[in-house]
């Protein structure tokens, strides 16, 4: 059993704690080792019952995935940063096989819409990249610490006009907080035009309109990016209904579609409580 330096576990068991605790009863009151053997008897199958992390790395979705610099900061500062981590993203795509459908640099966040084949293939590819630009941010800035606020934020998306509505919001980043007019000003996206050095995009599994330029300069509706806004806070699959239950169950999400906070006592509830304290009092 590994130690910390108090010389509690960092990784034990059940029966790992209890022995723990038991060889170390001396100097303790009396009962105190078999109280927490007790516990640990009676609520050790419920510690080791606890639920898995999501499984949101599975292949064959695709996914929006971000992330912002630590406390907002900036961490694209000039143009070379943003040159720099184009570079990044597409050497990444050559390390893992997911496909790139569309990204947006902004001075502290980065938006992609990532497609993996694989299980595991987002993570391994997100992984890569990020440790890779903290390495080049450090080395360049001769910094350290923290430069992302976390771990990215990702949630699967439908494969129909809901994949469309996200690639849309990606690219109109620029435009919705205010640094250029349109949408292929900005050169650090991919609706801007070509240039060296710019990671190739896939088509992905929906076709883009001709006019996709234009539809990406369309605003969106207070609705669309609430809806949106939502799934970025609380991982929601971003769809219809019966696939966001479905794709939920499979990613293990469960909790992202639930209403936040403790659920409304229903009036029958209210009424047999209040009924139940008048005949106790």
Same mark, same amino acid.
């Given at each position: 059993?590994?130690?910390?330096?108090?010389?509690?576990?960092?990784?034990?068991?059940?029966?790992?704690?209890?022995?723990?605790?038991?060889?170390?009863?001396?100097?303790?009151?009396?009962?105190?080792?078999?109280?927490?053997?007790?516990?640990?008897?009676?609520?050790?199958?419920?510690?080791?019952?606890?639920?898995?992390?999501?499984?949101?790395?599975?292949?064959?979705?695709?996914?929006?995935?971000?992330?912002?610099?630590?406390?907002?900061?900036?961490?694209?500062?000039?143009?070379?940063?943003?040159?720099?981590?184009?570079?990044?993203?597409?050497?990444?795509?050559?390390?893992?096989?997911?496909?790139?459908?569309?990204?947006c640099l902004m001075p502290n966040h980065f938006h992609l819409a990532l497609w993996p084949r694989g299980d595991g293939d987002l993570s391994a590819y997100m992984m890569w990249l990020l440790t890779a630009h903290v390495r080049r941010y450090h080395q360049h800035y001769h910094s350290s610490g923290?430069?992302?606020?976390?771990?990215?934020?990702?949630?699967?998306?439908?494969?129909?006009?809901?994949? /469309?509505?996200?690639?849309?919001?990606?690219? +109109?980043?620029?435009?919705?907080? #205010?640094?250029? !007019? &349109? %949408?292929? *000003?900005?050169?650090?996206?991919?609706?801007?035009?070509?240039?060296?050095?710019?990671?190739?995009?896939?088509?992905?599994?929906?076709?883009?309109?001709?006019?996709?330029?234009?539809?990406?300069?369309?605003?969106?509706?207070?609705?669309?990016?609430?809806? /949106?806004?939502?799934?970025?806070?609380?991982? +929601?699959?971003?769809?219809?209904? #019966?696939?966001? !239950? &479905? %794709?939920? *169950?499979?990613?293990?999400?469960?909790?992202?579609?639930?209403?936040?906070?403790?659920?409304?006592?229903?009036?029958?509830?209210?009424?047999?409580?209040?009924?139940?304290?008048?005949?106790?009092?």
């Amino acid at each position: 059993m590994r130690r910390g330096k108090q010389g509690a576990s960092c990784h034990a068991s059940v029966e790992e704690w209890a022995s723990w605790l038991t060889r170390g009863a001396a100097g303790r009151k009396k009962g105190t080792a078999y109280f927490f053997r007790l516990c640990l008897a009676r609520f050790g199958s419920i510690m080791l019952a606890m639920p898995r992390n999501p499984r949101v790395s599975l292949g064959g979705y695709c996914y929006h995935v971000l992330n912002r610099g630590n406390g907002r900061r900036t961490i694209f500062r000039k143009d070379g940063d943003y040159a720099a981590f184009m570079t990044l993203l597409r050497e990444a795509g050559q390390r893992t096989p997911v496909r790139l459908l569309a990204w947006c640099l902004m001075p502290n966040h980065f938006h992609l819409a990532l497609w993996p084949r694989g299980d595991g293939d987002l993570s391994a590819y997100m992984m890569w990249l990020l440790t890779a630009h903290v390495r080049r941010y450090h080395q360049h800035y001769h910094s350290s610490g923290h430069v992302y606020q976390g771990r990215f934020r990702s949630f699967p998306i439908q494969e129909d006009d809901h994949l /469309l509505t996200v690639l849309r919001y990606i690219e +109109r980043n620029p435009v919705r907080t #205010g640094p250029v !007019e &349109r %949408t292929e *000003q900005w050169r650090w996206s991919s609706a801007a035009p070509a240039q060296g050095g710019k990671p190739s995009l896939d088509p992905g599994p929906v076709p883009r309109p001709a006019t996709w330029l234009e539809h990406v300069q369309a605003p969106q509706t207070e609705a669309e990016l609430e809806a /949106l806004r939502e799934s970025i806070r609380r991982r +929601r699959p971003y769809g219809q209904s #019966g696939w966001s !239950e &479905r %794709t939920a *169950q499979a990613l293990g999400l469960q909790s992202s579609l639930r209403p936040r906070g403790r659920p409304r006592q229903q009036p029958a509830d209210v009424t047999a409580r209040s009924g139940t304290k008048r005949a106790e009092g």
